[in-house]
C-alpha cells in the first residue's frame, strides 16, 4: 500500500519483483508501466517536464484509492510516479496491484489509471528542439469515468 | 488567502504562489478571481478562460461558486495530464 | 511476439525488464501473472500438476492472438505459460503487451486472458496432503466471453 | 484415426490415446463415442457425460455432431482449466 512520487528514474522490474514477493499468497498481479514516447505526431520529444502539486496529488491518489477498494477486494497495491524531467523511454508512472483472483486487480489497476489521468495534480510539458509545449487532458481521458462516483 | 498557480497558467502569470487578503467575509471562487483579472493585463489574459481551468481549495476540487476564506488554500490550474 | 509454454520456473520481472527494453518506443506495457495460490478453500495446496495438449493450445492463443489483433492496435505481446509440477506461489502465467496508448495493452491483455481460460488446452490438477481433484473450469469465466466473435 | 485423451478423462480411460479404425466412411464424434462407450464399462462410465466433455478435431473445437475420418486426430477432454 505505497505511493511513491520521485524524480529519479526507477526500473519497473525492480517494483514488480520485490512487490510479488511481498504479496506471495495473491493469485494475481496486474501492473501497467506508462513510459515516454520518443514522438508526438512526428515531432522528436527531447525530454518532458512533469510538474507536481504534490500535497493534492496524494490526496487525491487516496481517496480514488479509497473509492476503488471499496468496489474491488484486492490485497495490496503500489504507485509510482515521476516528476521533474524525464526523457524518451523512461517510465513515468508503475501501478502494480495484487489480488486473489484476475478481474478484481485488473479493475482496480485500470480504474486507478483512469482516475489518475484526470484527478491527479500532474501537468507534463514536451521539450521538441523548437519550443515547449504543455500536454492536454485528452478528451478520451475523462470519457473512461463515472464522475458521480 | 495562499493561491498557488501550476504549469502553464503559472508560466503566464510568471510565479507559482501568491498570498491575498480576502478580508473577514467569505468569497466565492469566482469573486477573486474577478478580482485577480482587474490587477493587469497579464491577469486578465491568464484567466480569459475560467471554465478550462480547475479549482481546488484544500486539495479537493471545486467549482467556481465554492466559497473560500483567508485561511484556505486556493490552487488553480490547465486540467491535469500526468500518468 | 512470442508464445512459451515452460516446465521450468519463471521469474516475471526478467521477462518484463526485457519486454519494456525490447518495446522501448511504446507509451504502454501491461502485464498480468498468475501465480499458484497455496490455499483452495482452506485446503492447504501441496502442488499443482498442469497437463498440457501443446500442439492445439499453440493454435488456439494464435487464433485468439490474431482476433484480438484485427481488434486493439498494439506493438508487440509476450504469453508465457507453465506445464509440469508447480509449486505453491510460483508463476503459472504471465502476458505482456506493449502498446502506444494504455487502453489498447489493457484491452489485448485481458481479453487474451480471458480466452486462454477457456480455449487454451492447460488442465490443473491440485495435490493435496488427502489426495488430488481436477481443478474445474470456472462459470464466471465462460461469461466474461463472447462466444460469438 | 488418432483419439488423445486429456486430464480427468485420460485418468478415467488409463491411457493418454489410441489408434482406432472407423473404415471408409466419415462418422460423426457422437458415433465414435458410442462405440467407444459400447467396449467396457470404462469407457461407458468415462463417457457417461458426453455433453459435460470438449471435442477438437486437429485443434479446432468441434460439437457431438462433427464428421471424421481415419486421418483426423479427435481430442476428447474436460473444459481446459489453465491460466
Known amino acids: ?149 | 488567502m495562499k493561491i498557488l498557480y501550476f504549469a502553464k497558467l503559472k508560466q503566464l502569470i510568471g510565479k507559482s504562489e501568491e498570498t491575498i487578503c480576502i478580508g473577514q467575509k467569505k468569497k466565492k471562487v469566482s469573486q477573486v478571481i474577478n478580482e485577480l483579472k482587474k490587477r493587469n493585463d497579464i491577469y486578465n489574459f491568464a484567466f480569459k478562460e475560467t471554465n478550462s481551468l480547475q479549482y481546488a481549495v484544500n486539495c479537493e476540487y471545486v467549482d467556481l461558486d465554492f466559497f473560500v476564506t483567508d485561511s484556505d488554500e486556493l490552487a488553480i490550474f490547465p486540467p491535469v495530464s500526468g500518468g
Open chain 1, 1 to 149: 500500500m505505497q505511493i511513491l512520487f520521485q524524480r529519479k528514474k526507477f526500473i519497473e522490474s525492480d517494483f514488480i519483483k520485490k512487490f510479488s514477493s511481498d504479496n506471495k499468497n495473491s493469485g494475481a498481479i496486474f501492473s501497467f508501466i506508462g513510459k515516454v514516447r520518443p514522438k508526438n505526431q512526428n515531432n522528436n520529444v527531447l525530454s518532458i517536464d512533469i510538474e507536481l502539486y504534490e500535497k493534492m496529488a496524494q490526496v487525491q491518489i487516496k481517496k480514488i484509492i479509497n473509492k476503488l477498494m471499496k468496489k474491488h477486494l484486492i490485497d495490496d497495491y503500489l504507485v509510482v510516479h515521476r516528476y521533474g524531467r524525464v526523457k524518451p523511454r523512461e517510465n513515468i508512472v508503475l501501478i502494480v496491484v495484487a489480488s486473489q483472483h484476475r478481474k478484481e486487480s485488473f479493475r482496480f489497476g485500470e480504474g486507478l489509471m483512469d482516475w489518475l489521468k484526470v484527478k491527479a495534480t500532474f501537468w507534463k510539458k514536451e521539450n521538441f528542439a523548437n519550443g515547449s509545449e504543455w500536454v492536454n487532458q485528452k478528451e478520451a481521458d475523462r470519457e473512461f469515468i463515472d464522475f458521480s462516483l
